[in-house]
């Protein structure tokens, strides 16, 4: 068998084979019992040569609508943002992308130093005491931050909003299922958190209250209203934040979250059919020691050089095996360090602009709509996501605007059974004026066609 | 590698600089007072830094150069499977068909990526010997606790609510405990035997009405093959336990042995060692899992089903565990994994396993006579030395890890499994060649020999990396996790 990564040749192996003392490859699997031993060849496709095999996938990826021949309107939680072009060129060095985790620090730190500039960055976006190396995604940081909250108030329940992903709500639910922490969710009143009902749901068994901000509807929570309530129970405050959002939002550590997590994908991570995104995890100081995942710290040699290892490892399941804090162990440091680098590209200013941008574009649309004769549902304070009464099933929307080359937003009657016939728009600061014009006017002609019909 | 310090990022920022271009905004401008509430705004602008784009392409570039991949040399890190990341690879994962496609599009619009998740599952499920195969769960540590969730329902859905253990041999990942205490179970740990494999006599006395699982690897990570494994299986499943096989070692035995066969009804891999994901520094990931029949309603939302109008994602599955991560699970790594399965074919994957396990047993065969070698029989993909005769003469495991960094070499996975004293975990890979195992093994017999005739060199070393010994205590006592700039 000759492969263009597989070294040996047949000298090597009679080589190899003479020094351990055998005849052939397979007396090294004699130790695998005759009754379970796998005959023959698995029955899978064979090998393809690299330029048959790249055309093939070429082609299927061909089949997919991506977001560079199509103008994206689909957000809810993954977003077609600007990817600075280095991004890719940095994560591509194979330095860091052939390495594994930082255990030998003398020759990691490249790596390490790169995430403790990423936990630095996580930390000044989220006024947080300080952040973790990455989570898998923004949705299981926040399963984590609920079991997090339950271990250290020693209480068994979680009140998550209803306007928090419908989908990393399921994950906490499962993260919950385990732990034996019961999950309740706090209703929605003009497409935010109900404070009243949140007054109403809240006791002294509750270790957590999860907000997203903002919220699964574009809408930008007021978390100083929620605080008070959820800090005179007792409770953790715990927020779920686009980190860009924070560029021009105030960040949740100037209002009391003890715990914020999210997802960097809007800095400079594909969208890439939903992962390999990555989740971000931070603290106030007083839970430093109880952070899941990774923590890279600043020390120093036997010359009093500055470096970097992994630190307060005592929490983590090497170490602590079955009292660990959480089971994670590998994360996703090379999204974090192509988050950093986004981070470093847009920078103190870009970071703000760029948040604006999706602001001020998201009302544009906002505007054009209702210049339309369209219905905004929830008419508060909004990042980059609107939603849009659309009178017709959006999935026949979609439908027209997908022939016109636009991605349309999310159906949100897939996820609440009351916003059937409720679209979530996204706009972030990729969507040109005249793909904000074209998508209002697909929306009204394919309305107004589909009226007669569904009326 | 560079010896100088490289500054952060943010000590090399200078007010006015800037590093991106973002598109214009054509739209009118608004004033943030007039849409958002006061409180809101924010006031202070995050402290990110303001460089250039040259700034932070040599900036990157200096920290690469302090970092060590496999393309930067021979790295035997043991149940990691440091191979070859094919660039091949790199180039798929990055077409815009699938990089640049949102996972909520109409599922009209993504078949490409659909068949492909599709076209993988049913190859994972040939190579493990499975009934079904999820792609969910992002990576090693996250596979083993949706796999035991799913065996935590079975039980629960058949009335068997009193399975609260899940025993885990004393060799075992540190992960499969900490997945244990996750899922809700307690751990419970059997002992090895002389041989290095599970005692039979103690996993009998450890089993019973309330055993969940059995989670174990095979072969375990000492390199062995667990030979008893039918009997185990038959332990476990005669009190009405489920077997739990942790695939970090699946690079041992493919084409060989099947955890299918073997007996195992849940199977977690990591794409990322196996079938190259890369390691990325630590992650992402892709962990996975696949199970018998009996185990298929409970696995995670959604599940992808094939019909005559192409593939859609099945959200009705009453019994299911829920969800274990938002959307489909690491596509991008999934992509990776079957552009290399897919390079390799059913030959390919049977050499690569042969190779691996030919390179393990040359280089623990060169290796013997110069350290302890606990369990002396042919190893799979990786062997387990010991180096309590070097630890003797004063010089710790630590110190020869360090040693090893002078010749370029990452060294193995050291002071585990926790079964052997002082123990170097050493996997070479299929994908290296006989001259770097040759020119690695000298390095280890230099210092051997330097540990007897000159300590000290070994005992002080690294003495050609960027940065010596750094000072773990001190991190840990007085952590500093972040940066800030200096009043």
Redesign the interface.
Known sequence: ?K?R????TSQ??K???D???IQS?D???????E????K?????????S?SS??KE??Q??????????FA?F?G???Y?H?K?I?V???I????????????????????L??I??F???I???TGMD??N??M?????ALAEAG?LAAGHTRRKKILVSRAV?P??R??V???A????IEVEEIPLKDGHTDVEALKNLIDDNVAAVMIQYPNFFGQ?E???VLEPVIHEAGALFVVSANPLA??????PGK?GADITVGDAQPFGI???????HCGYFAVTKKL?RKVPG??????????G?????L????R?????????T??????????A?AAS?A????????????A??N???T??MKQQLKNAGFEIAFDG??FNEIVVKTKVPV?EI??AL?EKAI?GG?DLGRSYDELEGHMLVAVT??R??EE?DAFVQVVAAAVQEMGATHA | ?HKD??P???EM?KEG??????????????D?KD???E?????E???????S?LD??R??????????????GF?P?GS?T?????K?N?????????????????ES?????M??LF?LQ??LK??T?MDEVTLQP?????G??TGL?MI?AYHESRGDMNRTKVIVPDSA???N????????F??VTVKSNEHGLVDLEDLKRVVGEDTAALMLTNPNTLG??E?Q??EMAAIIHEVGGKLYYDGANLNA??????PG???FDVVHL?L?KTFTG????????SGPVGVKKDLIPYL??PVLVKSGEGLTFDYNRPES?????????????NVRAY?Y????????????T??A???A??MM??LAPHFDLPYD??C?HEFVLSGRRQKKLGVRTLDM??RL?DFGY??P?IY?PLNVEEGMMIEPT?????ETLDAFIDAMIQIAKEVEENPEIVQNA?HT????????T???RK?????TKAE
């Open positions: 068998m492969h990564y597989l070294p040996m090597d192996e080589d190899m084979l020094t351990i003392g490859i007396e090294l699997f004699a130790d695998i019992p009754k379970v031993r796998f023959g060849e698995y029955n899978i496709k064979p090998a393809k690299e095999l790249t996938l070429a299927l990826a061909a089949k997919n609508a991506d977001s560079n021949r994206s689909l809810a939680g993954v077609d600007y600075p280095i890719d060129h940095v591509s060095r194979s330095e860091f992308y052939t390495a594994y985790t930082p255990y030998q620090p003398e020759i990691s730190q490249g790596e130093q790169a403790f500039e936990q630095t960055m930390s000044e976006l300080l952040a190396s990455s898998y995604d923004g949705g299981t079991m992903h989908e990393s399921a994950v639910r499962s993260y299922l385990g732990q034996s930008v007021d978390l100083a924070l560029g021009a939002l105030t960040p209002l594909a969208e890439a059919f939903g992962g390999p430093m990774r923590l890279v710290g600043e020390t120093t040699d036997e010359d050089r500055r470096g970097f290892v630190t307060l490892q005592a983590e399941q090497h170490i602590r095996r079955d009292k660990a959480s089971n994670i162990c590998s994360n996703q440091a090379l999204n360090l680098v981070m470093t590209a847009l920078g103190k200013v870009g970071t703000k602009q760029m604006l941008q602001i001020t574009k009302y544009y304070a909004h999935k979609n439908a997908l991605i999310y600061e990729q040109m004026k904000i | 590698m310090n490289q952060l990022i943010f920022t600089r800037i590093g991106y271009s973002l598109p214009d905004l054509e739209v009118p401008e608004i943030l849409v958002l509430p409180g809101l705004i924010r006031e602008a995050a402290e990110l830094p303001e460089v784009e932070i392409m900036h990157y570039t200096a920290l690469s150069k302090r970092n060590h991949g496999v393309d930067s790295y890190l990691c440091m191979k070859y990341n094919p091949i790199e180039t798929v994962a990055r077409f815009p068909g699938f990089a640049n496609i949102h996972p909520l599009q109409e619009t993504v078949q490409g990526a068949e492909l076209d049913e190859h040939e190579i010997g992002a990576a090693g540590a996250h083993e606790w969730m935590r990942h540190g992960t405990p900490a997945s244990a205490t996750v899922a809700g307690e751990t062995l093959f030979e494994i039918l035995v493919m084409s060989k042995a099947r066969d073997m007996g990591n990322h890369p390691h990325g520094g630590g992650g992402p990931g995670p939302k565990i829920g969800r274990v991560k938002p959307f489909y699970g690491n596509f991008g790594i552009t399965i897919r390079s390799m074919g059913p030959d390919g994957l049977k050499a690569v042969e190779y396990v030919l390179n047993n040359y065969r060169k029989r042919h799979k890890a360090k960094l990452h060294p996975t585990f299929e994908t290296e060649s006989k690294p990396t960027v940065i010596k010994r750094l000072d773990e001190q991190a840990a952590p500093v996790l972040r940066y």
